[in-house]
């Protein structure tokens, strides 16, 4: 099995979630990529050593384990090449500094991962990229803002928190007619979901850490890039050294056997609670991009074959020790950051105290869960039953 005996057949994303990054008989017919640790690499003789004859010259460039889990991402992105970061942040960071110098100008979408802002803000700021935020709505409109030094624009979508959804078509046409690239964080959706590179954006990145590991067990991050970005991320990603551990591969490898159950499972269990949520007579709104009440959902529906697990809900408001009382009575829904493992998660949020081109008002408080794999009916009873005592406590 294996990329070279395949005839070049393409296989529907549940089968290729199981075969892809696998080479059994390489490895003496044990069903997975064993964890290969190393630095040094030998070679058999001087001219192989001198010609970098091997497959593999250092630990640090890579080995069996990281490179099985790079080419599986690989086929699924339909990219030029994925390397592997110790964390999805630093993925982000990677394909910034991959594509970004001194006196360039950033378009960065203003619903991006909060940390992602700060590394525009601080780090880039300090090495002469000026960033300007940008509205996730603005689609073509971008044209508007780009500038004669602008080289890169960044896409989340749907936004984090708060899921807005991008016209990614409408805006990667405009940056490829002026030469401009285009980089995505793509974890919400995974390339399952959503294949970037197949609507123009030159640099697809993910949090492995949420839908590919699966388990909460991980923090891993990817960044896939076709064409001349392709060059620039696999230099920079060598360059700078960055590497991960063949364990954190190998989970990253096992994750990815499930993801497709697992997000369909999410897909159906998420869509569900949040329908039923839109009819609770606590909730003013949910935000889920998959509603067709949503803003969002034409554009989802246009261009996604699925959503995952994460989204939010507005709150008619409440006195915020009603909140607590809700967040504290919840059994099955951890509170706790990230997201995409097994289990039900459900943190407050509040985007109006960072972001800066656009405002984030709305009427009462603002929760967002992440669906896992429990039973569907037992994390509505779970909210049922928190939602009882928030009223309470409201008086
Ligand atoms: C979690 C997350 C990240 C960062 O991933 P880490 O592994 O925690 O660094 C990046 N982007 C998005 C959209 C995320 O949700």
Redesign the pocket.
């Known amino acids: 099995m294996g990329h070279e005996d395949d005839g070049g057949r393409v296989f529907a994303p549940h089968t290729e979630v199981v075969r892809l990054g696998r080479d059994p008989l390489r490895f003496d017919g044990f069903v997975n990529t064993p964890v290969v640790r190393g630095s040094t690499v030998l070679s058999p003789t001087y001219d192989d050593l001198v010609h970098h004859r091997g497959r593999y010259s250092y630990g640090r460039r890579g080995n069996p384990t990281t490179e099985a889990l790079e080419g599986a991402l690989q086929a699924l992105e339909g990219s030029d090449g994925v390397v592997l970061t110790p ?4 993925a ?1 960071g990677l394909g910034l500094l991959s594509v970004l110098g001194a006196g360039d100008h950033l378009l960065m979408v203003d619903t991006v ?1 909060k940390p ?1 802002r700060l590394i525009c803000d601080t780090v880039l700021k300090r090495l002469g990229v000026a960033t300007t935020y940008y509205d996730p709505l603005v689609g073509a409109g971008i044209a508007d803002l780009i500038g004669p030094n602008t080289r890169a624009i960044f896409l ?1 979508s749907p936004g ?1 928190q708060s899921f807005e959804m991008q016209d990614v078509p409408a805006i990667t046409a405009i940056a490829r007619a002026r030469g401009i690239t285009t980089l995505i ?1 793509n ?2 959706a995974t390339p399952l979901f959503f294949k970037p590179h197949a609507f123009g954006v030159d640099v697809s990145i993910q ?1 492995g ?2 839908y590919i590991g699966g388990h909460a067990d991980l ?3 990817t960044v896939s890039a076709v064409g001349p970005a392709w060059r620039k991320v696999h230099d920079t990603h060598g360059t700078l050294g960055i590497t991960i551990s063949p364990d954190d591969a190998a989970l990253g490898a096992r994750g990815l056997r499930t993801m497709a159950v697992r997000l369909e499972r999410h897909h159906a269990s998420g869509l569900e609670i949040a329908r039923w949520l839109e009819g609770r007579p606590e909730v003013s709104r949910v935000l889920h991009p998959a509603l067709p009440t949503d803003p969002g959902f034409a554009i989802w529906s246009r261009d996604f074959t699925g959503a995952s697990g994460l989204f939010s809900f507005i709150l008619k408001p409440v006195p915020e020790r009603a909140m607590a009382t809700f967040f504290d009575a919840l059994a099955l829904f951890g509170m706790g950051y ?1 997201w995409g493992g097994y289990e039900s998660l459900a943190i407050p949020f509040d985007c109006a105290d960072y972001r800066t081109a656009t405002t984030w008002k709305v009427e009462g408080p603002a929760v967002r869960i992440h669906i896992g794999l429990e039973d569907v009916d037992d994390l509505k009873s779970d909210i049922d039953q928190a939602f009882a005592k928030m009223r309470a406590a409201a008086g």
Do not use: F
Not at 87 to 90: E, F, P, R, V
């Open positions: 964390s999805g942040l630093s982000c991962y992602t989340e984090s964080d974890t919400w949090a850490t949420k923090n891993l991050g990230s």
